[in-house]
């Protein structure tokens, strides 16, 4: 399974931003595809996932009624809408896939697949 993350980039406090992650591989449907983010010098904490048929899981902190993720099977395209940017979203967003997504808490290194990270800027 490849992954490819595209779409970050500068926005302003307050602006939106969507991010992209293709998906390519003969099993895609049998994984879960997540979202991460690494800010400079920090861990790279969970954002949100999504399961081939739909289901998703969330974190549990404030980013959820600020941020989407969704997917169009045709185009195996993960998406993560973000809305209301903070400086404190700036960040390294990666995309990931695993197959034994169980919940939200699990580890980065139960993801076997990384796409290469896109840089998302919030200016103040």
């Known amino acids: 399974v490849q992954l490819q993350a595209f779409g970050g980039g500068l926005v302003p406090a307050g602006g939106s931003l969507r991010v992209s992650c293709v998906v390519s591989g003969r099993t895609v449907s049998s994984y879960t595809i997540a979202w991460f983010r690494q800010p400079p010098g920090k861990e790279r904490p969970f954002i949100a996932a999504?399961?081939?048929?739909?289901?998703?899981?969330y974190d549990a902190d404030s980013v959820k009624v600020r941020f989407t993720i969704s997917r169009t099977n045709a185009k195996n395209t993960v998406y993560l809408q973000m809305n209301s940017l903070k400086p404190e979203d700036t960040a390294v967003y990666y995309c990931a896939a695993g197959n034994a997504i169980t919940s939200a808490t699990m580890p980065p290194h139960a993801y076997k697949y990384w796409g290469q990270g896109t840089q998302v800027t919030v200016s103040s």
């Open positions: 999504i399961r081939w048929h739909g289901e998703l899981i």
